[in-house]
């Protein structure tokens, strides 16, 4: 059963994990396996349970129960060593104001046995320009950054971001988003959390999908829930006079147009074409979709109202 | 980086933020001045009956507003910014990292005790060009120096304890006032009691740090006598703080 060379790449390993904040679950049984180099998201609702996992990883909460094992060791017990290979990205955070960007990140990255260079971790997170400036005067954006340099000061293997883009406006998203692909290149094992799906399709390798403390689907942005195997649907513009080939098109959208479902979507679009052809018509806005990872998640998250607690 | 150097590294980031709000810094070194003169304004030229001698009233101030200024830079300054950090999420990021709780408290109570030592200066220097007050000197000011020493660590300790006890940054300037401004009348440190006050009061005084603090200045400034049992009583409210810090302690704001 013990395989070492799987246990080698294995950098965060949870089974059964459990957390309650007195009567309520925050979380109610959770299994995670993630690989390093990967970028994993947990993706779900507010309350969903996503920052009570996290921060029993970085240890700072207790579990209730079940197994955790973060780079070969347990956040409960051995939170010290721990913390000095991890990087953390809090929810919200803040930094000495009336210090400099590279002094903040001068200041932690001494806590560290092996740092990086401060000036490549600024470059890293695109501070440059903004060296010498007081993390009073930075835009959100810009000290999102510097919390990502910080957590990247003492050059960890494993970095948690806790909702990295929440309140962005688009532009400064884009460039949060480039950061962590950054990290990504460099090798770096991220967990974040997140309630975009774009995010998680931008950035993650794997996703899994978090809902009312347990984890209701899990695979990559593009098969989550069967999404990739799912039938397409085919649509399509007809003329109101002309009745559409049996089977492959019905008038029932509002919007007039015609649409099936398809199983083997080579052989119905060839049917369809060469139907049209045949006819001489023109089917306009012809279009093949699949549901969006939008449509998963919110097919599986359909039960929540997404109004849960935070402890 | 371990255990003493990372304590004085982090001693020189504690330094730099602090000057660099000098509105905080301008208040913590004209205060305990401020008084000082208002004080001795209001009772000019009035001598204070002092144990068994009549001390001028400007005379009298002196080691009572550095007692002030002292407490108020350990004590209600960490009390003050400690919750702020915490509210603001910096005491749950330094948490998330390997940086150890002592040289992280150890730091902090390094600096306010530096900034004691140069407001207790000041304060003396002042009151030595205007005022015509003592300056201790040889055996006396080392003992008065271990006091101050001892003093200013035990107020943070406090600050420290006290801070685990505050919800919030708003609430945490009226608690931190509404504790130490009775302490602050009921141990002579802004009116002096003179020698029959009443039992209660002597009472406060003997049981609070506040009053033995002041009795170890004055016996510097005003050549009375110097108990160490005043330096052990203010010692063991230190440690007290400390313990209290150390079980009680919050990182993360109270949600």
Request: charged share 20%; glycine share 8%.
């Amino acid at each position: 059963m013990f395989d070492p060379a799987r246990n080698a790449a294995t950098v965060v390993q949870v089974r059964g994990l459990t957390k309650s904040y007195g009567d309520f679950s925050a979380v109610a049984g959770i299994d995670l396996s993630i690989t390093r180099g990967e970028v994993f998201a947990l993706l779900g609702p507010n309350g969903a349970g996503k920052t009570t996992t996290l921060e029993i990883l970085e240890g700072y909460r207790r579990r209730d129960g079940g197994d955790v094992t973060v780079l070969g060791l347990d956040p409960g017990r051995q939170r010290f060593q721990l913390k000095e290979q991890i990087g953390i990205v809090l929810q919200s955070t803040g930094v000495d104001r009336y210090l400099t960007v590279a002094e903040s990140i001068t200041m932690y990255s001494a806590y560290y046995p092996r740092p990086r260079p401060v000036d490549e971790v600024i470059e890293l997170v695109g501070l440059t320009d903004k060296r010498d400036t007081r993390v009073v005067k930075l835009s959100g954006g810009q000290q999102r950054r510097l919390d990502v340099a910080i957590a990247l000061a003492g050059d960890p293997e494993l970095l948690f971001l806790d909702e990295p883009t929440t309140g962005f406006d688009p532009s400064a998203r884009h460039e949060a988003w480039q950061v962590v692909r950054n990290l990504a290149d460099l090798g770096k094992t991220v967990l974040l959390t997140t309630h975009y799906m774009d995010e998680a399709q931008y950035l993650a390798d794997r996703v899994a999908v978090i809902a009312r403390g347990r984890i209701v689907a899990q695979g990559t942005p593009a098969t989550l829930g069967g999404r990739d195997a799912a039938r397409a649907t085919v649509s399509y513009r007809l003329s109101t006079d002309v009745e559409p080939p049996p089977g492959l098109g019905e008038r029932a959208r509002p919007d007039g147009l015609l649409e099936f479902a398809a199983d083997d979507l080579t052989v119905a679009l060839h049917e369809l074409t060469g139907w049209a052809l045949e006819h001489r018509l023109t089917l306009d806005n012809l279009q093949v979709s699949r549901p969006s990872l939008e449509d998963v998640y919110l097919e599986l998250t359909a039960d929540t109202t997404g109004e849960g607690r935070r402890p | 980086m371990k255990g003493p150097a990372l304590t004085l590294f982090q001693l020189r980031y504690v330094n730099k933020a602090y000057w660099r709000n000098p509105v905080s810094a301008f208040f913590a070194f004209a205060y305990p001045l401020m008084f000082l003169v208002i004080f001795t304004s209001i009772f000019r030229n009035a001598d204070v009956q002092f144990g068994a001698r009549r001390v001028n009233e400007a005379t009298f101030y002196v080691p009572a507003m550095a007692a002030l200024a002292v407490i108020t830079v350990c004590f209600n300054n960490i009390a003050v910014a400690v919750t702020f950090q915490r509210d603001s999420g910096v005491l749950k990021r330094t948490n998330g990292t390997p940086l150890p709780s002592a040289s992280f408290f150890g730091a902090r109570i390094l600096h306010a005790v530096l900034v004691s030592v140069m407001l207790v200066v000041i304060t003396a220097a002042f009151g030595r060009a205007f005022y015509n007050a003592d300056i201790p000197t040889g055996v006396t000011l080392v003992r008065m120096l271990i006091l101050l020493a001892v003093g200013a660590a035990t107020f943070c300790a406090l600050g420290f304890a006290i801070s685990s006890v505050i919800p919030n940054a708003d609430a945490s300037q009226p608690i931190v006032n509404a504790v130490i401004l009775p302490l602050l009348f009921l141990s002579g440190i802004f009116i002096p009691l003179g020698n029959n006050p009443p039992t209660w009061m002597n009472w406060i005084g003997r049981i609070f740090p506040l009053k033995h603090f002041l009795t170890g200045m004055q016996a510097g400034f005003l050549g009375s006598t110097f108990h160490w049992t005043d330096v052990l009583i203010v010692a063991a409210w230190g440690l007290a703080g400390l313990l209290f810090s150390i079980r009680f302690f919050r990182w993360e704001p109270r949600t």
